[in-house]
Protein backbone atom coordinates (compact mmCIF):
# COMPACT_ATOMS: atom_id res chain seq x y z
CA UNK A 1 0.00 0.00 0.00
CA UNK A 2 1.25 3.37 -1.06
CA UNK A 3 1.90 6.24 1.63
CA UNK A 4 -0.22 8.75 2.01
CA UNK A 5 1.19 11.66 0.52
CA UNK A 6 3.59 13.73 2.53
CA UNK A 7 1.97 17.33 3.66
CA UNK A 8 3.08 20.31 2.05
CA UNK A 9 5.30 22.91 3.63
CA UNK A 10 2.05 25.16 3.34
CA UNK A 11 -0.59 22.56 5.07
CA UNK A 12 1.80 22.16 7.57
CA UNK A 13 1.74 25.87 8.37
CA UNK A 14 -1.76 25.94 8.37
CA UNK A 15 -1.94 23.46 11.13
CA UNK A 16 1.36 25.47 12.65
CA UNK A 17 -0.80 28.59 12.62
CA UNK A 18 -3.28 26.96 14.80
CA UNK A 19 -1.13 25.85 17.05
CA UNK A 20 -0.49 22.30 16.06
CA UNK A 21 3.03 21.72 17.73
CA UNK A 22 3.80 18.91 15.33
CA UNK A 23 3.24 20.71 12.41
CA UNK A 24 5.49 22.80 13.52
CA UNK A 25 8.28 20.41 14.26
CA UNK A 26 7.46 18.29 11.18
CA UNK A 27 8.37 21.80 9.11
CA UNK A 28 11.34 22.95 11.21
CA UNK A 29 12.92 19.47 10.75
CA UNK A 30 11.98 18.98 6.75
CA UNK A 31 13.64 22.32 6.59
CA UNK A 32 16.21 23.26 9.13
CA UNK A 33 19.28 21.57 7.49
CA UNK A 34 19.14 23.28 4.59
CA UNK A 35 18.63 26.38 5.55
CA UNK A 36 20.89 25.74 8.55
CA UNK A 37 24.06 24.86 6.00
CA UNK A 38 23.40 27.73 3.86
CA UNK A 39 23.76 30.29 6.86
CA UNK A 40 26.88 27.92 7.39
CA UNK A 41 28.31 28.81 4.24
CA UNK A 42 27.62 32.02 4.02
CA UNK A 43 28.70 33.03 7.85
CA UNK A 44 31.24 30.13 7.87
CA UNK A 45 30.89 30.04 11.68
CA UNK A 46 28.54 27.62 13.46
CA UNK A 47 27.41 30.06 16.09
CA UNK A 48 26.38 32.05 13.80
CA UNK A 49 24.47 29.76 11.54
CA UNK A 50 22.87 28.51 14.93
CA UNK A 51 21.70 31.69 15.35
CA UNK A 52 20.59 32.30 11.95
CA UNK A 53 18.52 29.24 12.09
CA UNK A 54 16.90 30.20 15.23
CA UNK A 55 16.55 33.80 13.95
CA UNK A 56 14.79 32.88 11.01
CA UNK A 57 12.63 29.85 12.79
CA UNK A 58 11.27 32.43 15.11
CA UNK A 59 10.17 34.89 12.58
CA UNK A 60 7.88 31.97 11.27
CA UNK A 61 7.00 31.33 14.90
CA UNK A 62 5.84 34.98 15.45
CA UNK A 63 4.29 34.87 11.55
CA UNK A 64 6.37 37.82 11.05
CA UNK A 65 8.11 36.40 8.05
CA UNK A 66 5.93 38.04 5.59
CA UNK A 67 5.44 34.86 3.52
CA UNK A 68 2.88 34.77 0.77
CA UNK A 69 2.52 31.73 -0.94
CA UNK A 70 1.58 33.36 -4.07
CA UNK A 71 4.80 34.76 -4.69
CA UNK A 72 6.86 32.10 -3.31
CA UNK A 73 7.95 28.68 -1.91
CA UNK A 74 8.13 28.78 2.06
CA UNK A 75 11.80 27.26 1.59
CA UNK A 76 12.28 30.07 -0.58
CA UNK A 77 10.85 32.74 2.00
CA UNK A 78 13.31 30.68 5.18
CA UNK A 79 16.41 30.96 2.65
CA UNK A 80 15.78 34.27 1.76
CA UNK A 81 15.61 35.19 5.80
CA UNK A 82 18.95 33.41 6.51
CA UNK A 83 20.31 35.34 3.27
CA UNK A 84 19.75 38.73 5.15
CA UNK A 85 20.85 37.56 8.64
CA UNK A 86 23.75 35.83 7.47
CA UNK A 87 24.48 39.06 5.08
CA UNK A 88 23.97 41.48 8.15
CA UNK A 89 26.47 39.63 10.17
CA UNK A 90 28.94 39.42 7.48
CA UNK A 91 28.24 43.14 7.00
CA UNK A 92 29.34 43.46 10.69
CA UNK A 93 32.99 41.70 10.20
CA UNK A 94 33.66 42.35 7.05
CA UNK A 95 36.32 40.94 5.28
CA UNK A 96 35.68 39.89 1.59
CA UNK A 97 38.70 40.00 0.06
CA UNK A 98 40.44 38.38 -2.97
CA UNK A 99 38.88 37.25 -5.26
CA UNK A 100 36.56 39.67 -6.72
CA UNK A 101 36.93 40.95 -9.80
CA UNK A 102 33.69 41.65 -11.69
CA UNK A 103 29.84 42.19 -12.15
CA UNK A 104 28.34 39.69 -12.45
CA UNK A 105 28.09 40.07 -16.38
CA UNK A 106 28.56 36.65 -18.57
CA UNK A 107 31.99 35.44 -18.47
CA UNK A 108 33.69 34.14 -21.60
CA UNK A 109 35.42 31.08 -21.64
CA UNK A 110 39.09 31.69 -20.08
CA UNK A 111 41.77 30.04 -19.02
CA UNK A 112 45.21 30.48 -17.34
CA UNK A 113 47.21 29.51 -20.07
CA UNK A 114 49.22 26.92 -19.27
CA UNK A 115 47.13 25.60 -16.43
CA UNK A 116 46.90 21.75 -15.79
CA UNK A 117 43.92 19.85 -15.82
CA UNK A 118 42.46 19.78 -12.68
CA UNK A 119 43.10 16.55 -10.47
CA UNK A 120 40.26 14.90 -8.90
CA UNK A 121 38.17 16.97 -6.81
CA UNK A 122 35.97 14.18 -5.41
CA UNK A 123 38.60 12.95 -3.01
CA UNK A 124 38.85 13.88 0.76
CA UNK A 125 41.41 16.70 0.18
CA UNK A 126 39.49 17.99 -2.80
CA UNK A 127 36.15 18.20 -1.39
CA UNK A 128 37.95 20.01 1.75
CA UNK A 129 39.37 22.40 -0.61
CA UNK A 130 36.94 22.91 -2.79
CA UNK A 131 35.11 24.26 0.41
CA UNK A 132 37.66 26.79 1.94
CA UNK A 133 37.26 27.93 -2.13
CA UNK A 134 33.67 28.30 -1.76
CA UNK A 135 33.65 29.92 1.68
CA UNK A 136 36.44 32.57 0.05
CA UNK A 137 34.35 33.50 -2.59
CA UNK A 138 33.00 37.26 -2.51
CA UNK A 139 29.45 37.11 -0.40
CA UNK A 140 27.61 37.40 -4.31
CA UNK A 141 28.86 34.53 -5.60
CA UNK A 142 29.21 32.24 -2.29
CA UNK A 143 25.05 32.47 -2.05
CA UNK A 144 24.45 31.31 -5.48
CA UNK A 145 27.18 28.30 -5.10
CA UNK A 146 25.92 27.91 -1.57
CA UNK A 147 22.47 27.29 -3.10
CA UNK A 148 22.31 26.30 -6.41
CA UNK A 149 25.49 23.88 -5.95
CA UNK A 150 25.79 22.93 -2.74
CA UNK A 151 21.86 22.78 -1.72
CA UNK A 152 20.61 22.11 -4.85
CA UNK A 153 17.68 24.70 -5.39
CA UNK A 154 16.22 25.11 -9.02
CA UNK A 155 17.24 28.57 -10.16
CA UNK A 156 13.98 30.02 -10.19
CA UNK A 157 14.21 29.33 -6.30
CA UNK A 158 17.32 30.97 -6.34
CA UNK A 159 16.35 33.80 -8.05
CA UNK A 160 13.49 34.88 -5.63
CA UNK A 161 15.79 34.29 -2.60
CA UNK A 162 18.36 36.72 -4.13
CA UNK A 163 16.23 38.79 -5.50
CA UNK A 164 17.52 38.71 -8.68
CA UNK A 165 16.20 37.34 -12.60
CA UNK A 166 16.91 33.86 -13.14
CA UNK A 167 19.53 35.16 -16.16
CA UNK A 168 21.76 36.79 -13.23
CA UNK A 169 21.72 33.38 -11.16
CA UNK A 170 23.04 32.01 -14.16
CA UNK A 171 25.42 34.39 -15.17
CA UNK A 172 26.71 34.88 -11.11
CA UNK A 173 27.22 30.87 -10.61
CA UNK A 174 29.37 31.04 -14.27
CA UNK A 175 31.28 33.36 -12.63
CA UNK A 176 31.73 31.77 -9.08
CA UNK A 177 32.74 28.42 -11.14
CA UNK A 178 35.64 30.61 -13.05
CA UNK A 179 36.48 31.95 -9.71
CA UNK A 180 36.68 28.49 -8.05
CA UNK A 181 38.63 27.03 -10.53
CA UNK A 182 40.76 29.88 -10.43
CA UNK A 183 41.51 28.66 -6.82
CA UNK A 184 41.48 25.71 -7.09
CA UNK A 185 44.13 25.89 -9.72
CA UNK A 186 46.19 28.39 -7.62
CA UNK A 187 45.47 25.83 -4.73
CA UNK A 188 47.05 23.37 -6.56
CA UNK A 189 50.20 25.37 -7.11
CA UNK A 190 49.47 25.48 -10.65
CA UNK A 191 51.77 29.09 -10.15
CA UNK A 192 50.50 32.27 -9.43
CA UNK A 193 47.65 32.98 -11.54
CA UNK A 194 48.78 36.60 -12.11
CA UNK A 195 51.70 35.16 -14.10
CA UNK A 196 49.17 33.66 -16.41
CA UNK A 197 47.22 35.75 -18.98
CA UNK A 198 43.67 34.67 -19.76
CA UNK A 199 43.32 33.62 -23.17
CA UNK A 200 40.32 33.46 -24.46
CA UNK A 201 40.32 30.96 -27.54
CA UNK A 202 39.23 31.69 -31.05
CA UNK A 203 38.07 28.75 -33.34
CA UNK B 1 30.58 26.93 -33.85
CA UNK B 2 32.73 29.63 -31.90
CA UNK B 3 33.96 29.10 -28.44
CA UNK B 4 31.42 32.07 -27.47
CA UNK B 5 28.86 30.04 -29.26
CA UNK B 6 29.81 26.85 -27.30
CA UNK B 7 29.39 28.50 -24.18
CA UNK B 8 26.68 30.18 -24.78
CA UNK B 9 24.55 26.80 -25.68
CA UNK B 10 26.60 24.80 -22.82
CA UNK B 11 26.08 27.14 -19.71
CA UNK B 12 25.63 24.20 -17.65
CA UNK B 13 28.48 21.36 -16.47
CA UNK B 14 25.84 18.61 -17.02
CA UNK B 15 23.75 18.48 -20.07
CA UNK B 16 25.11 16.59 -22.88
CA UNK B 17 26.26 18.69 -25.73
CA UNK B 18 24.47 18.57 -28.64
CA UNK B 19 26.09 17.45 -32.55
CA UNK B 20 27.60 21.13 -32.74
CA UNK B 21 28.70 21.50 -29.32
CA UNK B 22 30.44 17.81 -29.12
CA UNK B 23 32.00 18.38 -32.77
CA UNK B 24 33.44 21.95 -31.07
CA UNK B 25 34.89 20.27 -27.85
CA UNK B 26 36.56 17.85 -30.08
CA UNK B 27 38.18 20.40 -32.11
CA UNK B 28 39.06 22.95 -29.69
CA UNK B 29 41.73 22.17 -27.03
CA UNK B 30 40.78 24.85 -24.78
CA UNK B 31 37.15 24.53 -24.59
CA UNK B 32 38.03 21.35 -23.99
CA UNK B 33 40.19 21.63 -21.19
CA UNK B 34 38.29 23.94 -20.01
CA UNK B 35 34.82 21.78 -19.71
CA UNK B 36 37.00 19.31 -18.26
CA UNK B 37 38.15 21.46 -15.51
CA UNK B 38 33.80 22.65 -15.20
CA UNK B 39 33.29 19.04 -14.96
CA UNK B 40 35.44 18.45 -12.59
CA UNK B 41 34.41 21.15 -10.54
CA UNK B 42 30.58 20.19 -11.02
CA UNK B 43 32.07 16.32 -9.65
CA UNK B 44 33.44 18.05 -6.99
CA UNK B 45 30.96 20.29 -5.90
CA UNK B 46 28.84 16.96 -5.82
CA UNK B 47 30.97 14.90 -3.24
CA UNK B 48 30.77 18.29 -1.02
CA UNK B 49 27.38 18.48 -1.45
CA UNK B 50 26.99 15.01 -0.72
CA UNK B 51 29.57 14.92 1.87
CA UNK B 52 28.10 17.70 3.69
CA UNK B 53 24.58 16.48 3.70
CA UNK B 54 24.42 15.65 7.21
CA UNK B 55 25.04 18.52 8.92
CA UNK B 56 22.47 20.03 10.61
CA UNK B 57 21.23 22.34 12.81
CA UNK B 58 22.42 21.22 16.68
CA UNK B 59 19.18 19.30 18.44
CA UNK B 60 18.94 22.39 20.95
CA UNK B 61 18.16 24.79 18.37
CA UNK B 62 14.59 22.73 18.25
CA UNK B 63 14.28 22.11 21.83
CA UNK B 64 14.69 26.06 21.83
CA UNK B 65 12.19 27.04 19.22
CA UNK B 66 9.57 24.60 20.20
CA UNK B 67 9.83 26.27 23.52
CA UNK B 68 9.06 29.64 21.83
CA UNK B 69 6.83 28.13 20.03
CA UNK B 70 4.41 26.34 22.87
CA UNK B 71 5.12 29.82 24.28
CA UNK B 72 3.72 31.74 21.22
CA UNK B 73 0.75 29.07 20.74
CA UNK B 74 -0.06 29.16 24.82
CA UNK B 75 0.45 33.13 24.81
CA UNK B 76 -1.79 33.58 21.41
CA UNK B 77 -4.46 31.03 21.03
CA UNK B 78 -5.25 27.67 22.30
CA UNK B 79 -5.16 25.42 24.89
CA UNK B 80 -6.87 27.84 27.81
CA UNK B 81 -5.20 25.16 29.70
CA UNK B 82 -1.76 26.29 29.10
CA UNK B 83 -2.10 30.18 29.29
CA UNK B 84 0.80 31.17 31.58
CA UNK B 85 -1.87 34.06 32.89
CA UNK B 86 -4.82 32.16 33.73
CA UNK B 87 -2.54 29.81 35.44
CA UNK B 88 -1.00 32.61 37.17
CA UNK B 89 -4.19 33.87 37.98
CA UNK B 90 -5.38 31.01 39.60
CA UNK B 91 -2.88 30.99 41.55
CA UNK B 92 -2.85 33.79 42.79
CA UNK B 93 -6.16 33.47 43.39
CA UNK B 94 -5.37 30.85 45.35
CA UNK B 95 -3.13 32.20 47.29
CA UNK B 96 -5.15 34.99 48.38
CA UNK B 97 -7.27 33.11 49.66
CA UNK B 98 -4.92 30.54 51.36
CA UNK B 99 -3.23 33.49 53.10
CA UNK B 100 -3.27 37.22 53.06
CA UNK B 101 0.23 37.48 52.69
CA UNK B 102 -0.09 36.32 49.02
CA UNK B 103 -2.11 39.84 47.95
CA UNK B 104 1.68 41.30 48.63
CA UNK B 105 2.29 38.85 45.72
CA UNK B 106 -0.39 40.16 43.18
CA UNK B 107 -0.10 43.47 43.91
CA UNK B 108 3.49 43.85 43.71
CA UNK B 109 3.60 45.44 39.84
CA UNK B 110 6.72 44.60 38.94
CA UNK B 111 8.83 44.65 41.98
CA UNK B 112 10.67 41.16 42.30
CA UNK B 113 11.36 41.06 45.70
CA UNK B 114 8.48 39.99 48.28
CA UNK B 115 8.42 40.04 51.75
CA UNK B 116 10.27 37.32 53.86
CA UNK B 117 7.55 36.12 55.86
CA UNK B 118 5.59 34.75 52.30
CA UNK B 119 8.01 31.49 51.78
CA UNK B 120 6.54 30.31 48.37
CA UNK B 121 6.67 33.88 47.02
CA UNK B 122 9.83 35.06 47.95
CA UNK B 123 11.25 32.20 47.24
CA UNK B 124 9.84 32.07 43.14
CA UNK B 125 10.76 35.88 43.61
CA UNK B 126 14.51 35.69 45.10
CA UNK B 127 15.70 34.00 41.10
CA UNK B 128 17.86 36.47 40.27
CA UNK B 129 16.97 36.15 36.29
CA UNK B 130 20.25 37.94 35.57
CA UNK B 131 21.98 34.87 36.58
CA UNK B 132 19.74 32.25 35.07
CA UNK B 133 19.72 33.55 31.92
CA UNK B 134 22.32 32.59 28.92
CA UNK B 135 25.16 34.93 29.47
CA UNK B 136 24.46 37.37 25.82
CA UNK B 137 21.29 37.65 26.94
CA UNK B 138 21.84 38.55 30.55
CA UNK B 139 24.80 41.07 29.28
CA UNK B 140 22.09 42.80 26.62
CA UNK B 141 19.70 43.69 30.49
CA UNK B 142 18.00 40.87 29.27
CA UNK B 143 17.41 39.92 32.98
CA UNK B 144 16.10 42.79 34.40
CA UNK B 145 12.43 43.37 35.38
CA UNK B 146 11.48 39.98 34.93
CA UNK B 147 8.38 38.74 36.85
CA UNK B 148 8.63 35.38 38.15
CA UNK B 149 5.74 32.93 37.65
CA UNK B 150 4.77 29.96 39.99
CA UNK B 151 6.08 27.14 38.45
CA UNK B 152 9.58 28.80 38.20
CA UNK B 153 10.55 26.80 40.81
CA UNK B 154 9.90 23.40 38.85
CA UNK B 155 13.61 24.73 37.42
CA UNK B 156 16.21 22.50 37.37
CA UNK B 157 19.37 24.17 38.20
CA UNK B 158 21.17 23.70 34.92
CA UNK B 159 17.96 24.48 32.63
CA UNK B 160 18.28 25.79 29.48
CA UNK B 161 16.69 29.15 29.46
CA UNK B 162 15.38 30.79 26.66
CA UNK B 163 13.30 34.67 26.32
CA UNK B 164 11.20 35.15 23.91
CA UNK B 165 9.57 37.93 22.60
CA UNK B 166 5.60 37.35 22.30
CA UNK B 167 2.36 39.71 22.17
CA UNK B 168 -0.27 39.14 24.91
CA UNK B 169 -3.82 40.92 25.87
CA UNK B 170 -2.88 43.97 27.97
CA UNK B 171 -5.83 41.84 30.38
CA UNK B 172 -2.51 39.32 31.45
CA UNK B 173 -1.21 41.73 32.97
CA UNK B 174 -3.78 41.67 36.04
CA UNK B 175 -2.98 38.69 37.18
CA UNK B 176 0.41 39.89 37.84
CA UNK B 177 -0.69 42.74 39.64
CA UNK B 178 -1.20 45.08 36.87
CA UNK B 179 -4.58 47.71 36.99
CA UNK B 180 -5.91 47.98 33.23
CA UNK B 181 -9.05 49.24 32.63
CA UNK B 182 -11.66 47.33 31.06
CA UNK B 183 -11.77 49.72 27.90
CA UNK B 184 -7.72 48.86 27.23
CA UNK B 185 -7.68 45.17 28.26
CA UNK B 186 -8.07 44.02 24.95
CA UNK B 187 -4.98 45.99 23.62
CA UNK B 188 -1.97 43.79 22.84
CA UNK B 189 1.12 44.38 24.87
CA UNK B 190 4.48 43.25 24.02
CA UNK B 191 6.03 40.95 26.80
CA UNK B 192 9.36 38.83 27.18
CA UNK B 193 8.81 35.58 28.29
CA UNK B 194 11.57 33.50 30.21
CA UNK B 195 10.84 29.55 28.46
CA UNK B 196 12.14 26.06 29.98
CA UNK B 197 13.27 24.01 27.45
CA UNK B 198 10.10 22.15 28.46
CA UNK B 199 8.28 25.32 26.84
CA UNK B 200 6.59 26.33 30.20
CA UNK B 201 6.55 30.05 31.16
CA UNK B 202 8.88 30.93 33.94
CA UNK B 203 8.86 34.47 34.01
CA UNK B 204 7.85 37.30 32.48
CA UNK B 205 8.41 41.26 32.05
CA UNK B 206 6.06 43.27 30.23
CA UNK B 207 7.39 45.93 27.62
CA UNK B 208 4.61 48.11 27.08
CA UNK B 209 2.68 49.44 30.38
ZN1 LIG C 1 36.66 26.76 -28.07
Given amino acids: ?203 | MTCQEFWDAMPELEGQPGADAAAHLAACAVCGKVMGNQRALAAGMRAAAADWRRTKAPNRVEAKLLAAFRGQAGLAAPPPARRWWTTALAWTAAALVVAGAFLLFATRGRQTQAPANVPVAAELAAIDWSARLPAELAAQGAGEGFITLPNADRLPPNEDLNVVRVEVPRSAMIALGYSVTADRAAERVRADVVMGSDGLARAVRFLDE
Fill in chain 1, 1 to 203: MADAPAETDDELLLRMRSGDEQAFVALYRRRQAAIYRFALHMSGSAAAAEDIIQEVFLALIRDDCGYDPERGTLSGYLFGIARKLALRQLARRRTDVALETGAGEPVPPELAAGADQLADLTRKEGVAALRRAVQALPERYREVVALCDLEEVDYAEAAFVLGCPVGTVRSRLHRARSLLLEKMRKERGAGPSGALKPVRCEI
